[in-house]
């Protein structure tokens, strides 16, 4: 979708100090954020981190309590009718309307952001066509599956061509055709220069992305880079063994530490590692269920900077785990110049004892 360069040096968004309370809870702490044009932004974090409060306050739905933002240099808290033209918000909560058919949906959201006559069955014709809506015009979005009703939701906020996309967990609950849709047609807008901002609890979605990554953690940005940057910052590789009962004591010349009943051993060559991981069990051999080789990568971001799993929760089902095949990149870092892999469980080895 075309869009016009920002002025010069303005980027796409800006946060500065950006703070927001809901009573005595703090949903964000002086968060800072740039995005530029074209740039897709993969924004991270637990349940109850800040993402949904942070793109409420961009799209103007909220109000921050300090700090300033910037949607291509215009404020939506003091112009929040020039900031909204900006940009197109893709809310979590489905804001389809199930009596009407897609084509009335769409029609009646172009008609709200200003189009008017042919200019919304073009629009609607742009929109329909990428994310795969175009056979479906004329049903009724009741009747559409939850896949189709998400896309339809998706196309409703981008039918101005904003500038600026925000989507809030655009894939949650979705099938995979539809999330294989969703992501190239997200990638193709930003090939067009749009900026996106894309929350998501499925880490294998930012590598498909190609996005740049902020994690945000209790109200505050922890880490903001590209995935490489972060990886070869924070990304740790270890041995992880699962085993009946409680893990044992082990002496190893590595750092050991029991995480919810794994054994988790921070190692720099894992591979190398696994045999005096071995030698070391003794008897406990016979408890081992499972053994793990873990590649730096996104996870292991997370759990260094966070000190939890990002697949920790109810959405631990996602596509990072059970849309790809494990790795089997045995001696391959985060440090080369391949892709750098995001769920970065290498399954070496299986039952044992
Ligand atoms: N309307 C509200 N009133 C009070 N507290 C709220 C409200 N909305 C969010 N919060 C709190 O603010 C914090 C941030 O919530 P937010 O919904 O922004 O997180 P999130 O990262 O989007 O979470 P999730 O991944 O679960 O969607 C949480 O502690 C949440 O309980």
């Known amino acids: 979708?075309?869009?016009?360069?920002?002025?010069?040096?303005?980027?796409?968004?800006?946060?500065?100090?950006?703070?927001?309370?809901?009573?005595?809870?703090?949903?964000?702490?002086?968060v800072s954020l740039g995005i530029a044009d074209g740039e897709i932004v993969g924004l991270l974090g637990h349940n109850g981190?800040?993402?949904?409060?942070?793109?409420?306050?961009?799209?103007?739905?909220?109000r921050p309590d300090a700090g300033e933002i910037e949607v291509r240099g215009v404020s939506p808290v003091r112009d929040?009718?020039?900031?909204?033209?900006?940009?197109?918000?893709?809310?979590?909560?489905?804001?389809?309307?199930?009596?009407?058919?897609?084509?009335?949906?769409?029609?009646?959201?172009?008609?709200?952001?200003?189009?008017?006559?042919?200019?919304?069955?073009?629009?609607?014709?742009?929109?329909?066509?990428p994310l795969g809506l175009t056979a479906l015009l004329d049903r009724r979005v009741a009747r559409l599956s939850g896949g189709e009703q998400r896309r339809v939701h998706t196309a409703m906020a981008l039918l101005h061509r904003p500038r600026l996309l925000l989507l809030d967990e655009p894939t949650a609950g979705v099938d995979v055709e539809t999330r294989a849709r969703l992501?190239?047609?997200?990638?193709?807008?930003?090939?067009?220069?749009?900026?996106?901002?894309?929350s998501t609890h499925y880490l294998a979605e930012v590598e498909a992305l190609d996005a740049s990554v902020a994690i945000l953690d209790h109200g505050r940005v922890i880490a903001r880079g590209?995935?490489?940057?972060?990886?070869?910052?924070?990304?740790?590789?270890?041995?992880?063994?699962?085993?009946?009962?409680?893990?044992p004591a082990l002496r190893l010349?590595?750092?050991?530490?029991?995480?919810?009943?794994?054994?988790?051993?921070?190692?720099?060559?894992?591979?190398?590692?696994?045999?005096?991981?071995?030698?070391?069990?003794?008897?406990?051999?016979?408890?081992?269920?499972?053994?793990?080789?873990?590649?730096?990568?996104?996870?292991?971001?997370?759990?260094r900077l966070t000190g939890r799993r990002y697949t920790d929760g109810p959405d631990t089902a996602g596509p990072a785990r059970d849309g790809r095949a494990p790795e089997a990149d045995v001696g391959a870092g985060g440090s080369g110049d391949g892709p750098v892999p995001t769920g970065e469980r290498s399954i070496e080895a299986g039952r044992h004892g």
Do not use: I
């Not at 800040?50 to 409420?56: E, I, Q, V, Y």
């Not at 990638?187 to 901002?197: I, K, N, P, S």
């Not at 590209?226 to 009962?245: I, M, N, Q, W, Y």
């Open 226 to 247: 590209t995935l490489r940057e972060l990886v070869r910052s924070h990304g740790d590789s270890a041995v992880e063994l699962d085993f009946s009962g409680a893990p």
């Open 253 to 303: 010349p590595w750092p050991v530490a029991h995480e919810a009943g794994v054994l988790r051993v921070r190692v720099e060559r894992p591979h190398s590692a696994v045999p005096h991981v071995l030698a070391a069990l003794g008897e406990s051999a016979r408890r081992l269920v499972n053994l793990r080789v873990v590649q730096p990568g996104l996870e292991t971001v997370f759990l």
């Open 49 to 62: 981190a800040g993402k949904t409060t942070l793109m409420s306050l961009v799209a103007g739905l909220l």
């Open 80 to 129: 929040p009718r020039r900031a909204r033209r900006e940009l197109g918000l893709a809310p979590q909560e489905l804001g389809v309307y199930p009596p009407l058919t897609v084509r009335q949906n769409l029609a009646f959201f172009a008609e709200l952001a200003g189009l008017r006559g042919r200019d919304v069955r073009l629009r609607t014709g742009e929109v329909a066509e």
């Open 1 to 30: 979708m075309p869009t016009d360069p920002a002025p010069c040096g303005v980027p796409a968004l800006a946060l500065r100090g950006v703070t927001k309370r809901y009573g005595r809870t703090t949903a964000l702490e002086d």
């Open 183 to 198: 992501l190239a047609f997200v990638r193709e807008l930003a090939a067009a220069g749009t900026a996106v901002c894309y």
